[in-house]
Structures are given as structure tokens and as C-alpha cells.
């Protein structure tokens, strides 16, 4: 493909508008990416810290969250191709924490009110996010299973889970699910069972799978699920808004943080680091069709698949609320079903995480786009710094 181009002057205007962020206080530091072609422009303003005199560096480590998704799913992808998995295979054998399972009648209803699941889950199922349970998206304490998932510490949130994987399975395989196998898309915690699935799957734990297999394969040498001691001056500070004020409170520091040390779960979820070039080296291997230069991590067919929406209208439209109108889902990634804006051609793929990022890849325009900032997402209503990014970068491509 030839090189296609992004406007200096345009760039310029993305950079201001980023700047703005950081003059009126809205967020302490970004680093954000925009690579199309053989160019990519990197602005990296404001601070590591509220407050700090430190300076954002292109080189910072950012905890990426839920942008872990589709790393994990080409990771499971891998093991697709070797035949160690199979996509609709059960998965009783491997996770027979999770065989058996019961439904319940309604989502509102007790734990106890349930019946027999009509087959198996699968692993399309986790890679889908059809599983039948995950987020539950209504008011905490309104759902038995909102509740019992809370209470079971399996809600998904901003850290990861502080179990061991086996008890964190355990635990989930003791409660219903909220959905028949296949029916119902809900969100995350498919993607926690992908990993317990993955290390198990492979004889090796999950992050040295991935390290061996993605991570040093595409030269991502900041991509991990923690931070090393020598490392946590490029680590932030991450923030999420005050309950009742205007500021900026501490979610996790970056000495003696979650990220400092080497977590009891490797959460394929939401437990990944990395800086914006590492994930732009994924992002650039999942746009050429699973191959960066001479370096091939996937198949073509398996990042088409991957890449392809596979819920139904239905399922998208009971999920508005996170894939919002002009969004499926694919395996571990969503993808664009119809534009609605300046952004995002259809067929863009990536995801968002809840700590602060945002990652998109746009086959049609060769383009990728990263975001990188230290503060919480609000709500899962995208903040207007992700999407004043976004347009930003599609208002600078230029040809």
C-alpha cells in the first residue's frame, strides 16, 4: 500500500486541542498517536503527575485496561491456529470449573431461580463476550447476581482481580449465569476466563505466553502486567474523579501501586501496561493482516474473524450503553458497523480503557490512533477528550 498522508497544520490543531486538556486542568498528562502510512505524529503534553513537575514523555507506561482485550484474543487466536483450541468446542475439560452451568430465568432474578444451560460454553462464547455472564449494567444492589458478583469480588472494575486464578474461577463457576450460552452479550469478564483458559490451554502462565509469543515477537519491551522497579519513573500516577468536587483523587500510585508488583492474576481483561509505540506495534500487526515486515503472529483468516461483528441486532442494541449506535463486536475487539461521525470508517476495530485510553485501527484509511491519558473514564459514555482525539485525527488526514 502507498504511503498516505496526515496534514502538518491539521496535526497542529490536534496538538492544541490536547493542550487545552492540560491548561485547564482536565487531565494532568496525554500522549497521543496518530500514524498513517510511513508517518506517525506523537504529542506527548502536560504532566505524570496532579500537580508533579515531571513532564509526559512518548515513552511513558500507561496502565491500558480493557485495550488488553484484544491482545488477549489474539493471543487464544494463536492457539487456535496450532489446533490446541478449537472455537466451538466446550471447554468442561479445560475449565471444568465452568461445566454444568445453570441459567437464571430473568436477570433480576434470585441466584436460585434458574434452569439447565442448553448446551456448554465455548471459547467463540468467551471471545464474544456471550458467555452469559459479565457486567451487569444497572444499579448496584439491584440484581441478586450484581450483588453476588460484588460480593464474590468477580465485578469487574479498575483494578484487576486480587485472587488467585484458580480461586477466581472457583468462585465464579459457584453463580448462575445471567444468559443462556450464545444469547446474551455482556460485557468483560469473558475475556478474565480467556486468560485462565489461555495459561491452561498453552502449560505456561499468561504473561509469558504472551511475552513469547506477541510481546518480543513485535519488540513491545514495555507490554506487561506489571512494572519493574527500574521502570516506575516512567509509571503515572492514575486518577479518577473526586466524588463530590471538581479534582482529581489517586486511583493507584505508581510506587507501591497495584502495577508495582507482579500480580497474583493476570488479567486478560484489563491487566496490561504498555507505552503508545508498543501498542502501535500490535495495532500496525493487526492491520497488516497478523504480520508486521518479516514477522507473522497471526493468520489473515484469523484477523478477519476477529475483526468481523458477530452479534446480532438484538444483542447491539441491548447494549447501546457501551458499543453506543455505530458498534458490534467481534473476537475481543469492537468493530464499527456504520459511521455516525467524522471518525472511524466502518470496519474500524480497537477498544477504549476504562483508566484513561483509547485504540483504533482503520483499515480503509491505513491509520491508527492512540490515546493515552492517567485519568478514569466517568461513566462508559466516551469522555470528550476521547472524542475530541478522535476527530482531531481524522480531521488531519490529508489526500
Request: some cysteine.
Amino acid at each position: 500500500m502507498s504511503p498516505r498522508g496526515l496534514s502538518a497544520d491539521r496535526l497542529g490543531r490536534l496538538d492544541q486541542i490536547m493542550d487545552g486538556y492540560i491548561e485547564r486542568g482536565e487531565i494532568p498528562g496525554i500522549v497521543a498517536l496518530v500514524s498513517r502510512g510511513d508517518h506517525t505524529h506523537v504529542h506527548a503534553c502536560g504532566t505524570m503527575t496532579v500537580g508533579g513537575t515531571q513532564p509526559m514523555r512518548r515513552d511513558t507506561i500507561f496502565r491500558i485496561a480493557s485495550m488488553t482485550k484484544p491482545i488477549a484474543a489474539a493471543a487464544a487466536m494463536i492457539l487456535v491456529e496450532e489446533c490446541v483450541l478449537r472455537l466451538d468446542d466446550p471447554l468442561d475439560d479445560v475449565l471444568p470449573e465452568l461445566a454444568g452451568r445453570v441459567v437464571l430465568r430473568s436477570l433480576s432474578a434470585d441466584l436460585d431461580d434458574t434452569v439447565p444451560a442448553r448446551r456448554p460454553i465455548t471459547l467463540r462464547d468467551l471471545l464474544t463476550f456471550r458467555l452469559g455472564i459479565g457486567a451487569v449494567m444497572a444499579p448496584p444492589g439491584s440484581t441478586p447476581i450484581g450483588t453476588a458478583m460484588d460480593e464474590a469480588g468477580l465485578a469487574p472494575g479498575g483494578i484487576p482481580p486480587q485472587l488467585p486464578p484458580d480461586e477466581w474461577l472457583v468462585r465464579l463457576g459457584r453463580l448462575p449465569l445471567a444468559h443462556q450460552p450464545g444469547e446474551g452479550w455482556m460485557y468483560h469478564t469473558g475475556a478474565d476466563v480467556l486468560g485462565v483458559l489461555i495459561a491452561r490451554a498453552s502449560g505456561q502462565p499468561l504473561d509469558l505466553f504472551m511475552q513469547e509469543r506477541i510481546f518480543e515477537p513485535l519488540g513491545m519491551r514495555d507490554t506487561a502486567f506489571h512494572v519493574p522497579t527500574e521502570k516506575l519513573d516512567r509509571l503515572p500516577g492514575a486518577y479518577t474523579s473526586e466524588t463530590n468536587g471538581p479534582g482529581l483523587v489517586v486511583l493507584d500510585d505508581s510506587v507501591g501501586g497495584y502495577w508495582s508488583t507482579t500480580p497474583q492474576f493476570a488479567s486478560g481483561g484489563g491487566g496490561l501496561v504498555a507505552t503508545v509505540d508498543d501498542y502501535l506495534a500490535f495495532c500496525r500487526m493487526m492491520l497488516g493482516g497478523g504480520r508486521t515486515g518479516s514477522t507473522r503472529i497471526l493468520s489473515r483468516a484469523s484477523v478477519e474473524l476477529m475483526t468481523t461483528d458477530h452479534l446480532t441486532a438484538e444483542q447491539r442494541s441491548a447494549n447501546a450503553v457501551l458499543l453506543g449506535g455505530d458498534r458490534g463486536w467481534g473476537l475481543g475487539v469492537s468493530v464499527v458497523t456504520r459511521r455516525t461521525g467524522l471518525a472511524w470508517s466502518v470496519g474500524t476495530f480497537g477498544w477504549d480503557g476504562g483508566l484513561g485510553t483509547s485504540a483504533y485501527s482503520d483499515p480503509r484509511e491505513d491509520l491508527v490512533g492512540i490515546l493515552m491519558t492517567q485519568r478514569a473514564m466517568d461513566s462508559p459514555k466516551m469522555p470528550n477528550v476521547f472524542t475530541d482525539f478522535w476527530t482531531s485525527a481524522y480531521q488531519a488526514v490529508d489526500d
